[in-house]
Structures are given as C-alpha cells and as structure tokens.
C-alpha cells in the first residue's frame, strides 16, 4: 500500500508496526520487501515522491569544509529509491582481507567475517538482478601476483524504487508512505528505547509514528546528520557517547594516475582492458588499502554521452593532433586522446576520526540542521595510493604491457594529490565491537538503544576497494532475518 503524506487527510495508520523504516533506497526497500515476505507489518517512510523535486532535495544541500567534494549536490537523489535513481549498478562483495584486523589502520575493522555475509550474497544476487558470477577479463598474460584480476558483475543497473513499487503497491503488510520526512527520533525516560518517530509532510503536518523495532536507512551522511540532530534528549545526539556519529566519513578515492602507452602485442586484441586488484597479501605486506586499476585504451570515436560529449569531440578534433598544445591544454583541462591509454582508480580510504559529517548553523525548511563535511585524506591513504601506483607501473613494464606515464604528485611525496571520488559515502556511524570505537553493534543495533538500527554504508567499519552497494543488501538481508 502507498500512502502520500502530502495529501492524505484521515486514516493514517501510524502505530503498531513490527518495524519502522526510514527512507527506501537500496537498503530500506530491501529491508521492508523481505521483512514483509515474512510477516512482519512495516511502515516504510520515505521523504520524496516518485521523482525528483527541489523541495525534497534542498535538504541534501550542506557545506564543504574539506576536501573538495560536490557529492552533497549531486551524487545523492532524495525519492523514492534514493541514489540507485542513477547508481552505475558495478557490484562486488567486500573480500575476507577487509574484515581482517589491520593494525596499521588507526581504528578496529569489522566484528564480523566475510562468512557472516556469504549466506546472503547469492539473495543481494537477486536482488540487484545479478544472474551469474562475480567474474574477471580473461588476462591469462598477466603474472604479478602484487595485482590480481578483479572479479565483479554489473546490475543493470536496478533502480530499487521502479523495480519494488508494484509489490509495495499490492503488500498487505508494507505502507510505504511518501513525502514523509523523519525529523525527530524519541526516546523513552530511560533514554534506552525509541519510543516514536516525528514525521512531517511538505505542507508541515506532523505525525507521529511507533513501531516495536526501527530502522534508519537515510543513506551515509543522512544517517549521521539525523542521528546529531536528535540531541534534545541526549547531548550530542543518539549514539554518539563516544563521538563517533559522523566521523570516519570514507569515500573510494579516484586518483588520476596519468597515462600509459599499451604495447600492441598485447592490445590490440583486448576488448575490455584491464581490471586489476590488489592482491591481499602485497597490501598487507605494505601496510596500505586495497584498491581497483583500470586499464583502458581511449576508442575512436569516444563511447559515452553526457554534457561534455561535444567539448570532448571538439578537443579531440583540435588539439590531439598537436603534441605541445596537447600537453600545454592538459595542464588546464583534463581530456584524453584517441588511442591514449587511460588508468581509472577505485582506492580505499581508511578510518579517520577527522575525516567527518557535523552539522552546520543554517537549517532546511524543517528546522533540521545542514550538513558540515570536512571530507580529509591521512598519511596512510597517501602511501596506498602512491605504492599502488608505483608499483602497478613497475609490473606493468616488466612484463611488457607498455609503460605508465606516473603523474608527477604520485612520484613526488610532498605533492598534493589532486582526489577525485566515487559518490559512495561509507563509515559514519560504524559497527565495532563496543560503543568505544563505533556506533552500532554486529547486529546494526545503535549502542544503548535497544530497539534502534542502522542500514546503509553508513554502518561499514572500513571501505574495501570495493563498490559498496552490494554489501549493503548483503547487510539488509542479515537485518531483516535478525529482525524477522
Ligand atoms: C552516479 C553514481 C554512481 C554510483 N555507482 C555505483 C556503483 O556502480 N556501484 C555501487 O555499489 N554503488 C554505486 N553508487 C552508490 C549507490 O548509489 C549507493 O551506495 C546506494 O544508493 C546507497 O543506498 P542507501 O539505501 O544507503 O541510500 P540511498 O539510496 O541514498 O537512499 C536513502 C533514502 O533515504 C531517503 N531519505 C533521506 N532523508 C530522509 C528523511 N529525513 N526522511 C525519510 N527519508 C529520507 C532518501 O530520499 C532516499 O530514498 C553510485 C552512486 C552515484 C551517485
């Protein structure tokens, strides 16, 4: 059943759910399908409509006081199946070596295994429309066991809101309400248990909302922001008594590595490139993350579309048949020319407590706080990112794939590395062993609530170099069975 807040005037059920959700994008909708195919009566919110309106998404606008970082803009969508509106649908399941205890990393990893997920994953498979197996390019060629083929499939990619509406629709146990936007979680005397949610519509009505169990599911920095917004009862917001609501805010870096030239022996007949990963034991050896290289040579004509297809027409028309203007414009302008051969990245950022979502003075229409992101990059994300390149360009000469063209701040250690990002926002209210380094538990539960849950990429303990959609249905599905 669905419900618009906006205009429904009476009947509103509000209370007695088995669970509450809030917000539908990939982890909400995931989680209230599969619980309501067990039985459990849910009430799903969600703050936007069908599609995209400005009053919904001026709520995302923040400010950014670190790195630069436009994703608060543009990476997040705030409807109904949230940022999967235009995900690129890339999955791959975090590896064991993430879950493993790196004491080089300044904060505990995960207190749970790679195996507490694998019962899931052939489900997220289903989920996200995967029908076969995590697979790598075929690169028999390659030797160095530093870099290993990178397993991975792509998702249609699945847009979570089109594709679970209709059995959202006619479910006798989900009410899926839009334009309902949470904007205050209450807490019982004891300040132990949520014992409503305050929901208001665009044209302010408010609405009370109780379930036995509730789950927020806003998306990363969402998750964070509301958590410290909630600070009437609890100073410094729910779940935040060791200060960890926010912090550790991890994105995958993208790091323009330069260029290299491809020896034709090798390709000329290679139709998808390169996609290597870092073998866990180099990573290990050298005390760094884990991360993703790309290898690709630019096609004439160019693929892609997009508002720069023309510039990029154009530039390459014009100014790749040049050499000197070619690299003067390059100093300017970031483009690439027909047989150019291009590295992409995916990195791992690692947990740091200065790298955080806080909140600023203004507030949106609903009196809520924006969102501050100081968004921060430490010595241990540096050495991942030039070792890998290093590295990298070294095995790729040995064994004669061509030569890598290093940018020159990957070489130099006091340069600054001009990052890049991959729009997935990880680590804000992180699972740990303890409230000492995190805020929820192995369950999701937020610590020292005993009926509040965390979904999302929020609750990740470290990033992987890895796509990180996919663990959050694996985590969704554990969710709902622990709540089932
Ligand atoms: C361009 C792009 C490409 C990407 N490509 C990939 C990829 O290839 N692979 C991959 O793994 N990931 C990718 N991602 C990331 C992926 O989209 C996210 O990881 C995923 O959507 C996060 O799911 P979520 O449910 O946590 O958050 P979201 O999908 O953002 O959903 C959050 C929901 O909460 C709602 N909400 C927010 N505030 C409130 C409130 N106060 N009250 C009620 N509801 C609220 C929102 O409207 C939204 O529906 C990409 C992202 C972008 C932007």
Same mark, same amino acid.
């Given at each position: ?284 050896? @050298?005390?760094?993350?884990? =991360?993703?290289?790309? &290898? #690709?040579? +630019? %096609? ?8 720069? *297809? ?111 990002? @991959?729009?997935?926002?990880? =680590?804000?209210?992180? &699972? #740990?062993? +303890? %409230? ?8 999701? *539960? ?39």
């Amino acid at each position: 059943m669905i419900i618009d807040l906006d205009t429904a005037t009476k009947n509103v059920k509000t209370a007695d759910y088995d669970v509450c959700i809030c917000g539908a994008g990939a982890a909400g909708i995931t989680l209230a399908v599969y619980l309501a195919r067990a039985g459990k009566k849910v009430a799903l919110l969600e703050a936007g409509g069908f599609e995209y309106s400005d009053q919904s998404y001026d709520c995302y606008k923040g400010k950014n006081t670190g790195m630069e970082y436009w994703g608060l803009d543009t990476c997040r969508l705030r409807y109904l199946g949230g940022t999967t509106n235009h995900w690129s649908g890339r999955c791959k399941p975090l590896d064991e070596v993430d879950f493993m205890e790196r004491d080089f990393f300044e904060l505990p990893g995960w207190p749970i295994q790679k195996s507490d997920l694998a019962n899931y994953e052939a489900e997220a498979k289903s989920v996200v429309d995967i029908s076969g197996d995590f697979t790598a390019a075929d690169i028999s060629n390659w030797t160095s066991g530093k870099f290993i083929p990178d397993r991975y499939a792509i998702s249609a990619p699945t847009r979570f809101g089109d594709k679970y509406r209709a059995e959202i629709e006619v479910s006798g146990n989900i009410s899926l309400f839009i334009n309902a936007n949470l904007i205050d979680v209450r807490l019982n005397k004891e300040l132990s248990s949520v014992t409503e949610l305050v929901v208001m519509d665009y044209g302010k009505k408010r609405f009370t909302f109780t379930g036995k169990n509730i789950v927020i599911a806003l998306g990363a920095i969402e998750n964070a922001r509301m958590l410290l917004n909630c600070d009437t009862q609890l100073k410094g917001g729910i779940g935040n008594q060791s200060d960890f609501v926010g912090r550790c805010f991890m994105e995958h870096y993208n790091i323009n590595y330069g260029f290299f030239s491809g020896n034709p022996k090798y390709w000329k007949n290679m139709k998808k490139g390169l996609s290597l990963y870092t073998d866990s034991q180099f990573s290990l050896e @050298h005390k760094i993350g884990n =991360g993703n290289v790309s &290898m #690709s040579i +630019s %096609p004439d004509p160019p693929t892609g579309g997009g508002r720069s *297809k023309e510039l990029r027409k154009y530039i390459r028309n014009n100014v790749c048949k040049w050499d000197e203007i070619t690299e003067l414009s390059r100093k300017f302008v970031d483009f690439q020319c027909p047989g150019d051969g291009i590295l992409g990245t995916l990195m791992e950022q690692s947990p740091n407590k200065n790298s955080r979502v806080s909140l600023d003075k203004e507030t949106d229409s609903f009196g809520l706080r924006r969102v501050n992101l100081s968004w921060q990059m430490n010595e241990l994300d540096k050495r991942t990112i030039r070792t890998i390149g290093i590295e990298l360009a070294k095995e790729f000469a040995r064994q004669d794939y061509g030569r890598v063209q290093l940018a020159s701040y990957i070489l130099d250690e006091n340069a600054k590395i001009p990052v890049g990002y @991959h729009c997935h926002s990880i =680590g804000t209210t992180r &699972m #740990s062993k +303890s %409230p000492e380094y995190g805020v929820v538990d192995k369950d999701c *539960k937020v610590f020292g609530i005993d009926n509040l849950y965390i979904g999302g990429s929020s609750v990740f303990s470290t990033g992987g170099g890895t796509n990180p959609t996919f663990t959050i249905v694996e985590l969704a599905l554990r969710l709902a069975k622990h709540l089932s």
